[in-house]
């Protein structure tokens, strides 16, 4: 049977908006645009949540630009109708976007008004119910295609200085083809700087754990990056009840480079991707490769180990101070040298997925440039004959 949108029993408790579980519109009932000048036969409730209530409905009589059968999308609060009928002429010919047709208010019985809007009907539904009924992973080409489509809307939105702070697997729909649309803008806002907005409303189960628990007063473009990050999660394990953990991305049956994505979108703030524009780079970039490079000497480097040493790290390090480099625990902006040892299965990604590995990718996206060297090129570079096995 085809479905909708069943969002935001989950957000009720975090978002104002109706509360009441009693139905807004009868089923049979006729509403009238004075927009558009079309009618709209009411059908069962789809879903309800912080916004209002959702139901399919049927268009009456010819229209153009109207499909047969639409959602309508019906709420007491002026606010959030104005914003999502905003945004629907916003993205109107986004083609991830879901489509907002008709926006228009109406009166119940009582004299209250309702505000309605008309919108595209997904006949799989959210992605939460989707991945329910379909519980199975996505493929890797599948997943990259699909979340880069919603990330192209995102990117208009952050163009504009817009955060969304709602991406979630109940705001993600599955339309005809597998094919996602991002929808639901009821809680979007504008920043007037790149330091973000007052996080006060926010959907608890997709939040980053920083924002939440007031670690960071402020929602950034980043924060968005952090929850894309899972829901490309959710589809490569098949499963949107949880969220991803950080110590789970290795375990995700996907390349080295998508763990590495994901990982970098929900890890530690500060080094996830800035926008939406470079994680779509990413996704649809192939993975740079991680060359060896060449040093005449440690002396003045600044230099940190990463990977599993064939000696104990402290008695590396100390061999690294004798030959005159300055040792650090991490890899940073002051970093000029990269010892590599064999790689830790414990890592995020089995080849390329050590943390500082990882760092120093994001280092030279930014301009830094650090030399990696084997271990057995830093034992000749530090006097010493290379330890047996390396």
Not at 239 to 247: G, Y
Not at 363 to 376: D, F, M, N, P, Y
Request: with cysteine.
């Amino acid at each position: 049977m085809p479905r909708s949108n069943t969002s935001a029993t989950t957000r009720a408790a975090t978002l104002p908006g109706d509360r009441s579980t009693l139905a807004l519109l009868g089923t049979g009932q006729i509403v009238h645009s004075v927009e558009s000048r079309l009618s709209y036969r009411i059908g069962r409730m789809l879903g309800q949540g912080g916004f209002g209530q959702v139901f399919l409905a049927t268009r009456i009589g010819p229209s153009t630009s109207v499909p047969d059968t639409v959602c309508v999308k019906v709420s007491t609060r002026l606010d959030g109708w104005l914003r999502e009928a905003y945004f629907g002429q916003l993205l109107q010919d986004h083609p991830r976007a879901v489509r907002v047709f008709d926006t228009f208010p109406v009166m119940d019985q009582s004299g209250q008004v309702l505000y309605c809007l008309a919108m595209e009907y997904a006949p799989h539904g959210d992605l939460s119910a989707y991945l329910a009924r379909h519980p199975k992973p996505w493929r890797e080409t599948t997943v990259r295609r699909e979340i880069a489509g919603i990330l192209h809307v995102l990117d208009k939105l952050h163009r504009g200085q817009l955060l969304h702070r709602d991406l979630t697997p109940l705001n993600v729909f599955v339309c005809e083809g597998s094919r996602l649309k991002l929808g639901d803008f009821g809680i979007v806002r504008q920043q007037s700087d790149q330091r973000g907005i007052t996080a006060r409303t926010l959907n608890p189960l997709m939040a980053p754990s920083d924002i939440f628990d007031g670690a960071v007063p402020k929602w950034q473009a980043r924060d968005d990056v952090y929850q894309v990050g899972q829901l490309l999660g959710m589809l490569v394990k098949g499963d949107a009840t949880r969220r991803v953990r950080t110590p789970e991305v290795r375990t995700l049956d996907c390349s080295d480079q998508l763990k590495e994505i994901v990982y970098r979108c929900i890890g530690e703030r500060r080094k996830r991707y800035e926008s939406a524009d470079e994680l779509i780079r990413a996704l649809e970039q192939a993975p740079a490769r991680m060359r060896v490079g060449a040093a005449k000497s440690l002396k003045g480097v600044h230099l940190a180990f990463t990977g599993i040493l064939s000696v104990p790290r402290a008695e590396a390090a100390k061999a690294a101070r004798r030959a005159g480099a300055i040792v650090h625990t991490g890899a940073s902006a002051q970093t000029t040298v990269l010892v590599r040892g064999r790689p830790n299965p414990r890592q995020a990604a089995r080849k390329d997925g050590g943390l500082k590995l990882m760092e120093i990718k994001r280092l030279g996206e930014k301009g830094v440039r650090i030399t990696l060297l084997s271990e057995a090129q830093f034992w000749k570079l530090a006097g010493r004959r290379a330890p047996r096995g390396t």
